[in-house]
């Protein structure tokens, strides 16, 4: 049986199938590659010495999923697909709301099509909204997002819970993350984003090679212990093996069900420079600069229901983040890009 992985060329994607290919798992991927490159998956090949079958294609293309779960025995399908810039969603709703809720719901209505009954689906701490108090706990209604990015993950997260509900065969968890950061250890796989980085940890990286001057830190007067915000960042492989770990818990669950997948532990901007100056030996220039618009001051994980119900937990922490986000950079300083015309 064969798992299709939407979006398993990007970021958190490319380490999923990695992880999945070394169980032995089939892996189909479906990518349009708007936000990665298809060398993310070759590089997984030369990991693994196992092989992906890799479709181009757009979740919103029904025949193209059609054709995917003809030819495929699918039999559970995990969803990272869609559109993840904060900002820009702000200035194009509609092109978040079609990749992400336009194309889930294609992706489920195809699969329904297929009898495929198994998702898990890629959303997001910013569920929660700007009104939860942290710790994030499950149990705490989704809602009040500060942005369309984050009301798109809050809508699917609602189109789930009311298809497993309708369809009493399908098993669906969606996986809330936290901060994803690092990279695989052997640092031939890793987070390449598009032009000036809008997270925290490339950014870092990138000013580390030379290739930013500074790092703006969004805010200095938060009322956080040294005043910039707080977050709680998780490896990208400990984010990997639970994707692995919640696949087993589908099997036996019916219906809709949403874990956190943090460490519960929340480092603030300062104390993330300060790790990664340790890790690398490289020092970071910065400066305090405002708030950032729909930033929030601190929120992290409670990490107790994924660790009761599933049996997973985070195992590598800041130091190892760090180093592995360093070694990434560091191997591949232009990202994916140009590798073959260099
Ligand atoms: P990413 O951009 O690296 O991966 C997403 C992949 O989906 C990319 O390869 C992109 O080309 C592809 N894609 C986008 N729209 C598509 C479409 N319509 N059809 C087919 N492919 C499409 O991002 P990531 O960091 O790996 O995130 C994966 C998922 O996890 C996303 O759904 C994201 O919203 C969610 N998520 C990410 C974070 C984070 O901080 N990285 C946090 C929480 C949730
Ligand atoms: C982390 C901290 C910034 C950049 C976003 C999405 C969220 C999720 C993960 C997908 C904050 C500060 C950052 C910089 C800074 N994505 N910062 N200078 O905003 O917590 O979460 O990505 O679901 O939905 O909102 O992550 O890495 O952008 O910021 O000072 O140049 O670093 O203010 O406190 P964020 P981030």
């Known amino acids: 049986m064969t798992i299709l992985v939407t979006g398993g060329a990007g970021y958190i994607g490319s380490h999923t199938v990695l992880s999945l290919l070394e169980l032995n798992k089939d892996v189909v991927v479906l990518d349009n590659l708007s936000n990665s490159s298809e060398e993310s998956l070759r590089r997984v090949k030369q990991l693994t010495g196992k092989e992906v079958i890799f479709y181009e294609g757009d979740i919103q293309d029904d025949t193209c999923l059609k054709h995917i779960f003809d030819c495929h025995k699918i039999s559970s399908v995990i969803h990272f697909a869609g559109l993840k810039a904060v900002g820009e969603s702000t200035h194009n709703p509609l092109e978040y709301y079609k990749n992400n809720v336009s194309g889930t719901l294609t992706l489920l209505d195809e699969m329904r099509r297929a009898n495929v009954h198994q998702l898990i689906f890629s959303s997001s701490a910013t569920v929660y909204g700007a009104n939860s108090p942290v710790p994030y706990v499950e149990t705490t209604p989704i809602g009040s997002t500060t942005s369309p990015y984050g009301t798109s993950k809050m809508f699917i997260e609602h189109i789930l819970q009311d298809f497993a509900k309708a369809e009493p ?173 260099r």
């Open 169 to 341: 065969q399908f098993s669906t968890i969606a996986l809330r993350y936290f901060n994803p950061v690092g990279a695989h250890e052997s640092g031939l796989i890793g987070e390449d984003p598009n032009g000036i980085p809008n997270n925290l940890l490339p950014y870092i990286a990138q000013v580390a090679i030379g290739k930013l001057e500074k790092l703006g830190v969004f805010g200095g007067d938060y009322p956080t212990r040294d005043g910039t915000g707080v977050r709680d960042y998780i490896h990208v492989m400990d984010l990997a093996e639970g994707h692995c770990i919640a696949m087993d818990k589908l099997r036996i669950l019916r219906g809709f069900r949403a874990y956190n997948l943090g460490s519960g532990v929340g480092y603030s901007v300062l104390e993330m420079i300060q790790a990664f100056e340790k890790a690398s030996g490289v020092t970071i220039p910065y400066q305090i600069l405002p708030r950032r618009d729909g930033d929030l001051p601190a929120f992290w994980a409670d990490a107790g229901l994924a660790k009761m119900e599933l049996g997973w937990e985070v195992s590598r922490g800041i130091n190892t983040m760090m180093r592995d986000t360093w070694n990434w950079q560091n191997k591949n300083p232009k990202g994916y890009h140009h590798h073959h015309d």
